[in-house]
């Protein structure tokens, strides 16, 4: 019973924003019950799935009602326990974890919708699969962006992140293993084990697969995170492509320098290194100032150490292989004056050499390197002894109007090819008859120059002035060949007949580089010979042993030559 006059305490009055908050909790409740994340409905995306318009905006809106719920409610708990502050707070939390777990399971079914590398098209108008695909992947990257807003806005950026991560890294990992038929971060401790064969034959994947995973995954991967994380998360996004790519990139890196380190400059294995260089500057290094951005310093540095490395090698690699050009044995000549092994093998390889001169010019750079040898035109070893062959005749490289200083680092396959020629000018001495001395120049000139010419990279390195010039020399080669081949008394009078057969016996067993080289030498032959012995002929008369026409025959059929062959001199123009 209560005094007279008293009243009873009445409950605190339900303000309007409480009621509102009240049902704003209650419907997302309602929502957050049907799509709960751990009842029947959780195998099902609220994004891709929902068969009610506009539900995962709703959704969304209520898990930022909750948040704004609990802010509200733990407001209430600073006056007195008014709005109900406590019970509304524990509750509006329980609902927006709830939501949360929701969000991170359609998080985890984006994710999984997506294919490992991240491509968006240029397509065309009619291209309809490609323009559908693409929309797709458009599609499902606004929903992970409202997904990771919502999450970031409510204070659940941790789980968000973690789950995007563990996704996305076994995804590019995936797309890693398949692009190089290995894993770079696996292979790394195993790799000082390897065989080189073993070493080279998964660098012919890296190859294609670094060039790739730059260039496509984690462009792609970037591009990714640019779109799930952006405005004011745009940092969040840079932190996730870091933690999904930084250390997958670095293995790639890594594996090169290590497989590097193995080459051992061995002068066989120059290409691939150069292809891993051209790889690094032309793809990869691109990629990471693209993809990686300003915080790719670190990367960035890795990728310049690894080009130093393959710099150094390959020229250590140049310089073993000119020390092996250098220690080919003098005396080792090649039988009747012909190409010699070391020639073609020297040339073959510059010319495939000369595709890579860029990356020779990278490698060997002018401003760096000064260290030079002046290589003058010498005037020719017309007219010289067999011991007495000029080097500085075939080794120079000089135009009509400027001589040029060459040397390793200036130019270093036209220093390779000087090394070359100054060594067959050695070998040239090694020959007992003068005359096989200058067929031997002669053939090998013509060889180098053949290779050269024809609009070649070789030539377009070397310069048409200098092919115009070893041609030119390979015919002074062919003319005092033929002077000293049929020698002053074929060429002179005397015993023409006797010499004629002499001289003929002495190179039949001698060759030609080729057929157009043959074709050369029995011209210019016949051009210093059968006018001498029509001359002799006509003196001599029936005394003669030979005709002009026995003579003529003889002369074609030396260097694989027929006698029904014509005797056009026009090939002799060619020099």
């Keep these: 019973m209560t005094r007279a006059g008293s009243r009873s305490p009445l409950p605190p009055r339900r303000t309007l924003p409480a009621t509102v908050v009240d049902d704003t909790v209650a419907a997302a409740a309602a929502l957050l019950d049907k799509w709960h994340p751990e009842d029947s409905s959780s195998g099902r995306s609220l994004f891709l799935d929902s068969t009610v318009p506009d539900e ?74 490609d323009v559908d695909d693409d929309q797709s992947l458009t599609e499902t990257c606004g929903h992970l962006r409202a997904v990771a807003e919502a999450m970031l806005a409510a204070g659940y950026g941790k789980e968000c992140v973690a789950v995007f991560k563990e996704h996305r890294r076994a995804s590019v990992a995936a797309a890693l293993q398949r692009l ?30 670094a060039r790739t995973a730059f260039a496509s995954v984690f462009a792609g991967e970037r591009d990714l995170c640019d779109r799930a994380f952006a405005g004011e998360n745009a940092s969040v996004g840079d932190a996730v492509f870091s933690a999904i790519a930084d250390d997958q990139a670095m293995s790639i890196l890594a594996f090169a320098e290590a497989a590097v380190a193995k080459a051992k400059r061995a002068p066989e294995r120059l290409f691939r290194m150069l292809d891993v260089h051209d790889a690094l500057t032309e793809t990869i290094i691109p990629a990471i100032v693209a993809a990686f951005g300003e915080k790719s310093e670190v990367m960035f540095r890795a990728a310049e150490l690894a080009v130093a490395k393959v710099g150094d090698t390959v020229r250590g690699m140049v ?79 000089s135009s009509s109007s400027t001589q040029r200083t060459l040397s390793l680092w200036s130019n270093p396959i036209g220093w ?33 120059a053949k290779k050269v010419g024809g609009g070649t990279k070789l030539e377009a390195v070397l310069g048409e002035d200098w092919t115009k010039a070893q041609r030119a020399k390979a015919r002074g080669y062919v003319d005092v060949y033929v002077r000293s081949a049929w020698g002053s008394k074929v060429l ?84």
């Design 56 to 129: 995962a905006d709703a959704f969304l809106r209520a898990a930022k009602d909750l948040h704004r719920a609990m802010l509200f409610y733990a407001s209430g708990l600073t006056s007195k326990g008014l709005h109900g502050g406590g019970h509304g707070l524990i509750h509006a939390q329980e609902l927006l974890d709830t939501a949360m777990r929701r969000l991170e399971l359609e998080l985890q079914i984006l994710l999984s919708c997506l294919p490992d590398v991240i491509q968006f098209s240029q397509y065309d108008d009619d291209e309809d699969e």
């Design 180 to 209: 190089h038929g290995f894993s770079p971060s696996q292979q790394l401790p195993t790799i000082s084990k390897l065989a080189w064969e073993q070493i080279d034959a998964r660098l012919q994947s890296w190859l294609t697969g």
């Design 319 to 397: 310089a073993g292989f000119e020390a092996a050009i250098e220690k080919e044995p003098t005396k080792a000549t090649a039988p009747g004056g012909a190409v010699h092994p070391l020639t073609r093998y020297v040339m073959n390889y510059l010319v495939v050499l000369a595709d890579y001169e860029n990356a020779l010019a990278n490698i060997y750079s002018a401003e760096q390197y000064t260290d030079t040898t002046d290589i003058g035109l010498g005037s020719g070893t017309a007219g010289s002894s067999s011991s007495d062959l000029s080097m500085a005749s075939t080794s120079s490289f």
């Design 416 to 448: 390779l090819v000087s090394v070359l020629l100054r060594k067959l000018d050695a070998k040239a001495g090694n020959y007992r008859e003068a005359a096989l001395s200058y067929l031997f120049l002669a053939n090998n000139t013509h060889y180098v």
């Design 492 to 575: 002179r009078g005397g015993a023409v007949d006797k010499a004629v057969i002499e001289a003929v016996a002495m190179q039949e067993t001698w060759v030609a580089a080729d057929e157009e080289m043959g074709e050369v030498l029995r011209a210019v032959a016949r051009a210093a010979v059968v006018p001498t012995y029509r001359t002799f002929y006509r003196r001599q008369g029936a005394t003669a042993r030979l005709t002009p026409g026995d003579v003529i025959g003889m002369i074609d059929r030396l260097f694989g030559g027929q006698t029904s062959r014509s005797h056009s001199n026009s090939l002799s123009s060619t020099y």
